[in-house]
């Protein structure tokens, strides 16, 4: 429900966790004028009758999440997902900022598209949109965009979505001009050419199913390369989403040589491997394709230590037609708005990273990443605030959804943790109980 009026508001008795200031403490979060005004230790204070009071005692009260790699279809395939229907799954998931992927029709690689983004998000979404714009002319991997112009009209980074720019010498004068604009390269790392036959992860499952692998080599070898151009060039880099473990020690070295580099991990490589396809799941087929459960655990263990930044949603809606067909030519992708906080919290709840890890990969580091004003509840910040019951037991109903496909891998999924309450700039964009 959307809140008609920005009137005090008082989060009270909650478990505040703010990573930006390190803090994890029972306490109250005061909203005026949709910004924070104050955090109260203790919960124990009384405010004016003309406070709104939201009873939070048992539930965690955080930065609101911030998802940076989201495909909406819009323009160009609405019929998939739009700003509206992204907006409201991602409110329904804690998120309060997406950052969209510039894989429309036509691609995000002019200003006015750029423009066009802002507006149709201005005027439908109930969520923060930023667009990041694509790093060459048509995604085609050939021509360097105008990255100037459209870091200008408001891209917040540059990618190529879910293509990968195989010309080193492109990449590397992206590297180079990017710098002139404080633009930050994201980039999926993914060898077409190794990747082509495959489509699933290579190795004993996929021989067993009958399926073309897909081998690390093609994720590692892009890697590699890209930290070579940072090197070389100095640019500001981001690896979009790894799924191995040579890919995060390559970055860890990368790191331990100070060069700019940060990296992601999909909610889905974090949580599921190989073995969930089972009987030829499409829903599980995505790229770069689940891996073995060693490399799972890895990808775990990066996230604890922090060689891996961010955590993504990586939500790619698919209508039915893209995915109803045999494994190997169904469409890749997932969405995953709706089941990000609830999927890491299985990772909580199991010990292998803490909670304020968590919230700092899902908020903290992709709004520092991005330079964009989100990720913490300090004095003075924009008031996006998610609420959640970190124990509460539940099971996913695809039916339910916000989001225009149904193409998730977590169908008939036992979560534990809820999303209660969604809010921002103040203003309240979802509650659970209007459910």
Request: a negative charge.
């Amino acid at each position: 429900m959307m809140a008609d009026s920005n009137k005090p508001t008082v989060l009270k008795g909650g478990r505040i966790v703010d990573p930006a200031r390190h803090i994890d403490a029972v306490g109250d979060l005061i909203i005026i004028d949709g910004r924070v005004a104050a955090t109260e230790a203790g919960g124990n204070e009384s405010y004016p009758g003309t406070f709104e009071t939201i009873d939070c005692r048992g539930a965690v009260v955080a930065p609101g999440l911030v998802d940076m790699r989201v495909f909406v279809g819009e323009p160009g395939f609405e019929h998939r997902e739009t700003f509206a229907s992204a907006s409201h799954a991602a409110a329904a998931g804690g998120i309060t900022t997406i950052v969209t992927m510039p894989d429309t029709e036509p691609p995000i690689d002019e200003p006015a598209l750029v423009d066009f983004v802002h507006r149709r998000a201005r005027d439908t979404a109930i969520v923060n949109v930023h667009p990041m714009a694509a790093l060459t002319k048509g995604l085609a991997g050939e021509e360097m965009a105008e990255l100037g112009l459209l870091r200008e009209a408001g891209a917040v980074a540059f990618t190529d979505g879910r293509n990968t720019v195989t010309n080193a010498r492109v990449m590397r004068r992206i590297l180079t001009y990017a710098q002139s604009v404080d633009g930050l390269i994201v980039h999926h790392t993914e060898d077409p050419d190794l990747a082509r036959a495959g489509v699933m992860n290579e190795g004993e499952t996929a021989t067993r199913l009958g399926l073309g692998g897909v081998p690390r080599e093609a994720e590692v070898i892009v890697v590699e390369r890209d930290l070579r151009l940072v090197a070389l060039t100095g640019g500001r880099y981001h690896a979009a989403q790894i799924s191995c473990a040579d890919s995060a020690a390559a970055i860890a070295a990368a790191k331990g040589r100070g060069l700019a580099v940060t990296a992601g991990v999909s909610i889905n490589h974090l949580t599921l491997n190989e073995n969930d396809i089972g009987a030829y799941r499409t829903f599980f087929k995505m790229s770069p394709p689940l891996r073995s459960e060693d490399d799972r655990m890895a990808m775990v263990a990066a996230l604890a230590e922090g060689t891996i930044d961010v955590v993504v949603s990586s939500h790619d809606p698919q209508d039915v037609e893209t995915k109803r067909h045999p494994f190997a030519e169904a469409a890749d992708g997932a969405i995953g708005l709706e089941t990000l906080l609830p999927a890491i919290l299985r990772l909580v709840h199991s010990g292998d990273i803490d909670l304020s890890t968590a919230i700092r990969a899902l908020s903290t580091r992709p709004a520092e990443i991005l330079g964009i004003e989100a990720g913490t509840l300090r004095t003075g910040a924009r008031a996006d605030v998610v609420v959640f019951a970190p124990d509460t037991p539940w099971i996913l109903d695809e039916t339910k959804m916000r989001s225009r496909a149904k193409n998730t891998p977590f169908e008939g999924a036992r979560f534990q943790g809820r999303v209660l309450r969604t809010m921002v700039a103040g203003l309240t964009r979802y509650t659970y109980s209007d459910t």
